[in-house]
């Protein structure tokens, strides 16, 4: 029934004209005119999955963002560079080859198979981080096909054995007797020295931290923001030693943008680091991070062992991190 004008008739003159010219569509096989009738082959062309470029793929991974659990840029970065090394010794070429390479194999082993018994596992578990299962679910709603991936995602891989923390009396002296004269010396560099053994940052953090990151909570505890932590999230508020809170505190000198430690970043990356080991003897593989262990192990032993307290300023994502790397032989009381 025509509702406009109350009448079984037909209105022939409201229908639109049927379009009979050819529709244009971009497939992945290329430019194609279609009519209306092979819109099901249009249909099955587009559900057919693709197989990319390695390159490409890469591409793809570190320029997307999940709408969860998104890492971070550096972190997809060292995946990929651990993908291409990978590659590069199975003899494949990511710019000219697609992904249907990820399921070839070498001396009758599949790719990561063979490359944790001749190389290293280390390279392996980040590589296939690519291709974990969100990122399985994202790669299938592009339409590339997922199935070359299969081997790297079913092999079993032993977990990270957690090295647990050896302070050294006399290392630690040097550290503090170096580090402490910089305050005169070179004021900014020992502002890296505080915040990294002091309060426990990493460089990346040192990098970022700002004076208003320095905060004070509603009890009267000394935090730092920690802005895009490790373990997730916008932010994290960590407690800190308030002593060494209120030494760097104290420091606070006027900087353009407000960063604790405002100085090149390579400063920080390459001098720092080369200080270490040159002047304090740090023969660790990451000095700056040799000094936030120190302050980790010197929170929990002056917090009566308290792993919990150390975890909470070091920002681990759990209690069982901390407790495997700096909890050691219990603090035992004389008998008499």
Sequence with gaps: MNTLTQTSALDTNSRPMMNTNPIRAVLPNGDTLITRGGISAVADELARPSWPMIEELFWTYES???????????????????????????????????????????????????????????????????????????????????????????LPLQGIKVKQFDPNREELARIVEKCESLIVNDPQMWLMYALAYGLGLRSSEIKRARWGDLQEDFDGNKLIRIHSPKSGGKWQDRPCDPAWWDKILSRNIASSDGLIVDVQEDRITRDFPQFLREECGVVDLRPVHRLRKYCGHRVMRSNGNNAFVASRALGHSSVEMTSRVYVGNPQIAPSF
């Design 64 to 154: 997307s963002r999940l709408t969860a659990g998104n890492p971070k840029d550096d972190t997809k970065r060292k995946n990929v560079v651990s993908m291409r090394r990978i590659l590069v010794r199975a003899g494949i070429d990511p710019v000219t080859c697609d992904i249907r390479h990820f399921a070839g194999s070498v001396g009758n082993r599949c790719i990561p198979e063979w490359y944790v018994c001749t190389h290293s596992a280390n390279d392996v578990r980040l590589a296939r981080s690519m291709f974990s299962k969100r990122w399985i679910m994202f790669y299938r709603s592009q339409n590339i096909d997922t199935r070359p991936f299969a081997n790297w995602v079913a």
